[in-house]
């Protein structure tokens, strides 16, 4: 029963354009969502958040959109540079306020900047 | 500052052997995690530690997975009689442990266990 979902396995888009990254979820109780980023060979690093009560959050380049009626965020990169090539992995938390926020993970989304 | 460290980057082990896979969170994280990623698979949580709280282990598959954190710590991931299915790669994360607040998890490079 995958819980976070990310339909999109990979994504190739023009350097310089907006990449949007999206990701559904099942579970009404998650409140917490994340993006994380991840290089070969390297563990993954957090990028973005974004709580429940809120519908936007920006930082630099990265935007993330939730949607709570549609269980559904996305992750908007403009402008992509080729660094960002990269997994990127969306990650939903229920537990916030216990301290335990154990993440459930979608399965990734392969990005590929193209010069 | 160091990060999250783990050992051994990678392990070969055979159908039926004991493996332990080791990890240093950052110093002064008083929250530990460990999860997995199978082929195809997102990251899979298996248990958390926070201080000296009884674990959370409800993402353990088996009971043939077992974990320990000694002195709030560096932490041990122990695989009891591996099977072909527990290949994967081994990720573990620390974070501050900052209840009632956003907190950042902080990943390992992990360690790919691949049995035979």
């Known amino acids: 029963d995958q819980q976070v979902k990310q339909n999109s396995p990979s994504l190739s888009v023009q350097e310089g354009r907006i990449s949007i990254l999206n990701c559904d979820y099942t579970?009404?109780?998650?409140?917490?969502f994340l993006w994380y980023k991840k290089y070969p060979a390297e563990g993954p690093t957090f990028l973005i958040s974004?709580?429940?009560?809120?519908d936007k959050n920006e930082d630099g380049r990265f935007t993330v959109f939730l949607n709570k009626s549609a269980k559904h965020l996305s992750l908007h990169i403009v402008p992509s540079q080729p660094g960002d090539s990269a997994v990127y992995f969306c990650?939903?938390?229920?537990?916030?306020?216990?301290?335990?926020?154990?993440?459930?993970f979608g399965t990734g989304t392969r990005l590929t900047i193209i010069p | 500052g160091a990060g999250v460290s783990q050992s051994p980057s990678n392990k070969v082990t055979e159908k039926g052997k004991d493996v332990e896979l080791r990890c240093d969170p950052i110093?002064?994280?008083?929250?530990l995690y460990w999860y997995r990623q199978s082929l195809g698979q997102g990251l899979e949580f298996l248990i958390y530690?926070?201080?000296?709280?009884?674990?959370?282990k409800s993402g353990l598959p088996s009971d043939r997975f077992s974990a320990e954190r000694t002195g709030g710590s560096v932490s041990t991931l122990t695989i009891q009689r591996t099977q072909q299915e527990d290949s994967a790669v081994y990720l573990c994360?620390?974070?501050?442990?900052?209840?009632?607040?956003?907190?950042?998890?902080?990943f390992g490079p992990g360690t790919r266990l691949t049995v035979l």
């Open positions: 579970n009404s109780m998650f409140d917490y």
């Open positions: 994360a620390s974070s501050l442990g900052r209840g009632g607040l956003p907190d950042t998890q902080y």
């Open positions: 974004i709580s429940s009560i809120k």
């Open positions: 990650a939903a938390s229920a537990e916030r306020y216990t301290g335990n926020e154990k993440l459930t």
């Open positions: 530690f926070q201080g000296n709280s009884a674990p959370d």
């Open positions: 110093s002064g994280h008083t929250a």
